[in-house]
């Protein structure tokens, strides 16, 4: 069976992300990637409303089976770990409204499951996912790269 997975690297001031589409434990082919971006320098409630709106419109555009979404990593700087959780909890009520599964992965896990090791650098998945899905380049920017890797690991690491 044929999966469409939306892979979202969350963030509030770039949210990467990518549609990849395959059979499970394949890498499949790419869809479509890029970021939502707010404003710079907008209010929180402001940038929450931009990635609300963006994860929304790539869902409706794209239909995807399921989100995976990277799980949050803790952080020396708890500021940071709580300024992504906002992030993470509005992808989550996209989804949710939009009656999807939800899978979560540590960064460590896509990294693993894209390039084969866990402390992989942002270069390598890039290249890897490059490879995987026998693009020409990488996807751009980093963040939208991220995104691509996080659906290629629902599609790699979940059994048939």
Do not use: W
Request: hydrophobic share 50%.
């Amino acid at each position: 069976m044929i999966l469409r997975a939306l892979g979202i690297d969350p963030g509030t001031a770039v949210t990467g992300y990518g549609i990849v589409e395959g059979r499970r434990g394949t890498p499949g082919r790419l869809i479509e990637c890029g970021v939502v971006r707010p404003k710079r320098g907008a209010a929180m409630p402001a940038r929450l409303e931009t990635l609300y709106d963006g994860v929304r419109d790539v869902l409706a555009n794209h239909r995807p089976d399921v989100v995976a979404v990277e799980s949050i990593f803790y952080s020396k700087n708890v500021r940071t770990s709580l300024i992504m959780s906002h992030a993470r909890g509005v992808i989550l009520l996209a989804a949710a409204q939009a009656g999807l599964p939800v899978a979560e992965f540590a960064p460590a896990a896509v990294k693993k499951a894209v390039v084969g090791r866990g402390r992989a650098t942002k270069t390598q998945v890039a290249l890897m996912v490059q490879q995987l899905l026998r693009l020409k380049r990488p996807p751009q920017p980093a963040d939208a790269a991220d995104g691509v890797a996080i659906a290629l690991a629902y599609l790699l690491l979940r059994p048939a």
